[in-house]
């Protein structure tokens, strides 16, 4: 049925009484009265035909509405007495239900199904239980596969369509289709996850990995339960060039291409996270991995999109928060996880309802760990305690979404084997999120979209139950993205963003007096499909950066960064990528304006109000592969940084902390990263991986501090439809490219830090019916309880890291 706006006549007396012309007026009836009657009156023998004619053309209907209005209407008032101009009344009501029975025909005849059957590209077996999803910026539709594999969508509108297919264990897939009258159908074969994904942070448009102009990773469906550890940093330690920085279980961050700190953004949905994890190392990411739909990583510089923090690389926790697609039943998620080794346990949960236009989401988790077991006993005060809760809210149309969100969430971990064990940390947030986006716009842009967010962050340090040190840290961040329309073969899109920082302590470890922070940044990414196999990327960005001390030098700085990229696709099983990067960043707020002792870092830090941007002039080069035998990736990098800023040791102890000061120096990262997988059998799967990073200070002779040591990765696989087991193996090697310094008292800095190998089982399965899909993983970590430490951990050489793991973990989705 088609709805329009509806009209009724209506005849006003004159001075004398009589009845003049009548005028359309809105009401119960309308539009359809006077076309149906217009249809019957001019072409009596074929209504059918003019119904669908006039069904495609509004303004076509309004001209006929208002003759037939001048027309009938005249003629009824002049002519007819009140009975006739009721009977009248009563001929128009029949000629609607006809009509609409005409329109209704119609448009059945117009409509189309679309059905087919998914298949595994690998096996040819089918793929049961997959999401399948319908859309156009009007429609949306949405089933699931049965046992079969089989899946049909009736009653679907002519146009061109997005068909995405998303199932547990295999890749996400997306079809552009155009249904015409009638049946259609698209059988589709669906890649099992082993390698390459969909990733939204690498650019401004979502795009395949292996399609990508730099080196990503991506971690969803089950392998992220697969991997799913109580922090961001140990969630994805294992994966290519992702290494983990802690203080303790609780404060875990991730390092990229052993980059850290101010170097390495985390964002939440696309918005940064507002905490202080980048400033200390006994500060942590508060976020909770197991409410995550999916985790993206990008490998190197994106200071394009996303500022001078991204240096070294980006985090994006995808959340999903606010609703932006139609949604007409319930879905949403439930996951239970519980680890033996530190008596851990979590559960996370979401539901989204809507009618069609509005939807609601919401969700929490929590998660309560005690203290870890390592080989040598129990970890004293590596306790953890977290938990987290969201609602949002959205709106939703043909031709864009709005909506808003509310979250909280706080975390309460200890420090291990710092003042005898009596150190805790009592991190927590409020975060306030708008996001729109208007599609389908006329003039130069397709689409424009803004996000804005305001996070109030606060932490504790405690010492026993006493507060001794308070962090206040809020952040305001406005984001606007508009996707111009194409220029030839060039497409693209300009952004701009604010953000606004303030940034207090109070107590007994006040490094430095209250800064306000402000930034404005323009940018511009462009691709242009130069040829039917070669693609072409630039793009560059202006950040501006003012910092405003209450006690202190103020600076401000304006930096200019840019890239271009080159992705070759000599056919649909080989890509070669090559990026170059100029970036820069700004010194960071600590390492500007910090005077003091700070344990959270092991050292008596001392920040210059000197200090410059730094400069990086980065190269990538990747080549990925896939096949129904083998697929992969290998990636070098090059990154040289001019003004490098490190904390370099003067030799001396104050307040039992390694005197530290901010200086700078040009400085030099290179390394390798790779995956493959093989088939070795139809259903048996060989994986291995290697990653690789060597930093220098040239000048000066001596490695970067905290560099990651080289590893490889090596398993097997078996994977079969919705069921895969393997065993993995680590392989560490030494660190000891170690920064030091010498003294009247020997070498001071950095320790050199043993090898080690672990070994890691894993079994997954998926089953459901209808509309829901269960998981269960079991895994098995450092199976042979081997006894090592960590390097990037802080308290290494005080405490070796977790002994022998077993976690099981169940989810539902529906």
């Not at 006077?34 to 001019?42: C, E, I, P, S, W």
């Not at 949405?142 to 089989?150: H, I, Y």
């Amino acid at each position: 049925m088609i709805s329009f706006c509806i009209l009724q006549l209506q005849s006003d007396p004159t001075e004398d009484g009589s009845m003049i012309a009548p005028r359309p007026t809105i009401s119960a009836l309308g539009f359809l009265l006077a076309v149906g009657t217009a249809l019957q009156a001019q072409q009596p023998a074929a209504p059918r035909e003019l119904a669908i004619k006039y069904m495609r053309d509004a303004e076509e209907y309004a001209a006929l509405a208002r003759q037939v209005y001048r027309i009938a209407g005249e003629a009824v008032a002049r002519t007819a007495p009140a009975l006739a101009r009721q009977a009248w009344a009563v001929i128009l009501d029949v000629l609607l239900i006809a009509f609409i029975g005409l329109a209704d025909a119609a448009t059945a005849q117009q409509t189309g199904a679309v059905s087919g059957t998914l298949t595994n590209s690998l096996s040819g077996d089918a793929v049961a239980n997959a999401i399948v999803v319908l859309e156009s910026p009007s429609f949306t539709k949405q089933v699931r596969s049965g046992p079969d594999g089989k899946f049909s969508i009736p009653d679907v509108p002519p146009g061109p369509y997005h068909l995405t297919i998303r199932a547990n264990g295999y890749l996400q897939s997306r079809t552009e289709i155009t249904v015409k009258a009638g049946l259609q159908t698209s059988d589709v074969r669906v890649n099992p996850e082993l390698h390459f994904s969909e990733v939204t942070s690498v650019s401004p448009e979502a795009k395949s990995q292996f399609e990508s102009f730099q080196a990503t990773d991506v971690l969803g469906g089950q392998d992220l339960t697969k991997e799913i550890q109580g922090t961001l940093g140990a969630t994805l330690e294992n994966q290519p060039g992702v290494a983990l920085r802690s203080f303790g279980p609780g404060p875990a961050r991730p390092v990229v291409r052993g980059m850290d700190g101010d170097r390495v953004l985390v964002v939440e949905d696309g918005l940064r996270m507002g905490d202080l994890s980048s400033q200390s190392g006994d500060h942590g990411v508060n976020v909770n991995p197991a409410s995550a739909s999916r985790i993206e990583v990008v490998r190197g510089p994106a200071t394009l999109l996303y500022g001078a923090n991204a240096i070294g690389g980006l985090v994006n926790v995808i959340t999903n928060e606010i609703p932006n697609a139609p949604v007409k039943s319930p879905t949403g998620s439930f996951t239970l996880d519980a680890g033996s080794a530190a008596k851990e346990g979590g559960a996370a949960g979401d539901v989204t309802v809507g009618n069609g236009s509005v939807a609601l989401h919401l969700s929490g988790s929590g998660r309560r760990t005690g203290d870890y077991r390592s080989p040598e006993g129990d970890v004293p005060n590596s306790f953890n305690r977290a938990a987290f809760a969201e609602v949002g809210l959205g709106y939703t149309s043909e031709n864009g979404y709005f909506g808003g969100s509310y979250a909280y969430d706080r975390t309460h971990y200890g420090i291990p084997l710092v003042e005898d064990g009596n150190t805790n940390l009592d991190p927590r947030r409020q975060i306030f999120t708008l996001r729109g986006e208007g599609r389908n716009m006329g003039g130069i842009f397709d689409s424009f979209r803004g996000s804005f967010g305001v996070r109030r962050y606060q932490h504790d340090e405690l010492a026993g139950d006493e507060v001794s040190t308070s962090f206040v840290n809020n952040t305001t961040e406005l984001e606007l993205l508009g996707h111009h329309k194409p220029v030839g073969r060039m497409k693209g899109s300009i952004g701009a963003t604010v953000l606004t920082r303030s940034f207090s302590a109070t107590g007994e470890e006040v490094l430095t007096e209250p800064v306000d922070q402000k930034g404005f940044a323009a940018f511009l990414y462009e691709e242009v499909a130069a040829a039917p196999h070669v693609q072409f990327q630039f793009g560059g960005r202006v950040d501006y950066t003012k910092f405003s001390p209450t006690a202190d030098e103020a600076r401000n700085f304006t930096n200019y960064s840019g890239s271009v990229g080159l992705l070759l696709l000599p056919n649909d099983t080989t890509t070669v990528a090559f990026s170059l990067a100029r970036a820069s960043r700004n010194p960071a707020l600590e390492e500007l304006y910090f005077h003091g002792p700070h344990g959270g870092n092991n050292a008596f830090e001392n920040g210059d109000t000197a200090l410059s941007s730094e400069h990086a002039l980065g190269f990538d080069a990747s080549i990925r592969w896939r096949g129904a035998a083998a697929s992969g990736e290998v990636t070098y990098f090059v990154n040289r940084i001019d003004n490098f800023v490190f904390r370099q040791l003067s030799g001396n102890v104050i307040e039992d902390l390694l005197e530290t000061f901010f200086v700078q120096g040009d400085a030099r990262v290179q390394g390798v990263e790779s995956h493959v997988d093989v088939r070795v059998a139809p259903v048996v799967w060989l994986e291995g991986g290697l990653d690789y990073v060597r930093g220098d200070l040239p000048a000066l002779d001596k490695p970067l501090t905290r560099m990651p040591p080289l590893r490889g990765r090596a398993g097997l696989r078996f994977v079969k439809n919705a069921f895969q087991a393997g065993v993995d193996g680590l392989f560490t090697a030494r660190q000891d490219r170690v920064y030091t310094i010498d003294t009247a008292l020997g070498p001071v800095g950095e320790t050199p830090t043993g090898g080690y190998n672990l070994l890691k089982l894993f079994a997954s399965y998926t089953f459901g019916s209808g509309n829901v899909a269960n998981t269960i993983t079991a895994r098995l970590d450092n199976a042979t309880d081997a006894l090592y430490r960590n390097h990037l951990n802080y308290l290494k050489d005080l405490a070796p890291e977790m002994g022998r793991n077993f976690r099981l973990v169940y989810s539902v989705k529906f």
